[in-house]
């Protein structure tokens, strides 16, 4: 597999998933740990579809489920192993924990997500934004996507927390200011990759 490690952010809408995985991809660079930043859903073939089919309304969730697997398959082989293989440190902002909290809200299928979404690889640390949909969704001016309500981020954060407890996300509190978040993203990272590999 290579000496790679990936960590995947995760949270709901506005918990501050794009602005962390980026700062923490910076961060890495800056102290010589060669990293690269990647998302979902991604750019590829099924990606662009899942992102057109994402926006209509009447949409089959248990559909949506499956591209969003099949997108993460995709991006499994094409980026993420690639790049631990190189022994990268890989960040996803979003992965597998994205589809098991949003998906099984959307299709009531708690297991079925679970099994469609078994040859998603666990990423090795996973961080868990944790905010109140109202806070999350204030930082976001405008509301892109019918996953944006505030009724249904309650229930994909407690998914979310159900999660954590159960596959041992760690979870940060995502309501204090970007300086402050990150700082605590940095360490528990930090904590992590010290056991990992022999970085200074
Ligand atoms: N801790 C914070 N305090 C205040 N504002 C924040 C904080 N974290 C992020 N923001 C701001 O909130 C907005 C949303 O953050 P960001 O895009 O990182 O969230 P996200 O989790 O990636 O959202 P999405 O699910 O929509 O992709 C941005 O304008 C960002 O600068
Ligand atoms: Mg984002």
Redesign the pocket.
């Known amino acids: 597999m290579g000496g790679g490690v990936f960590i995947s952010i995760e949270g709901i809408d506005g918990s501050g998933?794009?602005t962390h995985s980026k700062k923490l991809v910076k961060w890495l660079s800056k102290h010589g740990v060669r990293s690269l930043y990647t998302?979902e859903p991604t750019n590829g073939a099924v990606g662009r579809i899942l992102k057109s089919i994402v926006k209509r309304r009447d949409v089959d969730s248990r559909v949506e489920a499956l591209l969003f697997a099949a997108d993460r398959l995709e991006h499994l082989n094409r980026i993420i192993l690639p790049y631990l293989e190189k022994s990268y440190v890989v960040v996803s902002?979003r992965y597998v924990y994205s589809s098991l909290a949003y998906q099984t809200v959307t299709t009531g299928e708690r297991k079925w997500v679970r099994e469609i979404n078994k040859f998603a690889r666990k990423p090795d640390l996973t961080l868990l934004l944790d905010v109140e949909p109202k806070v999350g969704l204030s930082r976001i001016r405008r509301h892109r996507t019918r996953f944006e309500e505030e009724s249904f981020l309650e229930r994909v954060r407690e998914e979310y927390l159900r999660l954590a407890e159960e596959d041992g996300l760690i979870v940060i509190d995502a309501s204090k200011n970007i300086g402050e978040v990150f700082h605590e993203v940095v360490r528990v990272v930090g904590e992590h990759l010290k056991h990992e590999s022999p970085l200074a």
């Open positions: 998933k794009t998302r902002d």
